[in-house]
């Protein structure tokens, strides 16, 4: 199911709590996960779109500048590792600000995907303040690269 922007769930926040300027990408197909994401993300303030399918976080990624990408590793049409080479392609640096949610986690192709990124990566079931924290610090480290410089 694709999502459209003038659809109640089109599963876009336009309002943050804070203006951050902060816009995170969210990538899962089951309506339960695009939910309980866009809850996170409101709670937070930042500015989400979702979608659900990787060809469409393409064109989004093609049109607007992300801080972030949440995504599902298992996803119709594309493979989690598939989509990140493809966002790898696009923008190198915004791969790096990826996280990954899977409920595949002892497929041995995926343990080595996620190990090799080296990129937060989830088990579902997960905790919601684990996503947060990893949210969190994928955006300080963007806005501060080199780290604080307070030893």
Request: charged letters at 30%.
């Amino acid at each position: 199911m694709k999502t459209s922007h003038n659809d109640k769930t089109d599963g876009s926040v336009k309002k943050p709590k804070k203006d951050s300027g902060i816009r995170i990408l969210a990538v899962d197909d089951e309506e339960v996960m695009g939910y309980l994401i866009r809850r996170v993300i409101g709670h937070l303030g930042y500015e989400l779109d979702w979608v659900q399918d990787c060809q469409s976080a393409l064109e989004k990624i093609r049109a607007c500048e992300y801080d972030v990408i949440i995504s599902d590793y298992r996803l119709p049409g594309m493979t989690g590792e598939v989509f990140y080479q493809q966002v790898l392609n696009h923008d190198a640096g915004l791969a790096r600000r990826m996280i990954f949610i899977s409920g595949d986690t002892v497929s041995r192709n995926t343990l080595t995907f996620f190990r090799r990124v080296a990129l937060p990566y989830f088990s579902k079931p997960f905790k919601i303040d684990a996503l947060r924290d990893a949210i969190e610090e994928m955006i300080q480290n963007r806005r501060n690269p080199c780290g604080s410089g307070i030893q």
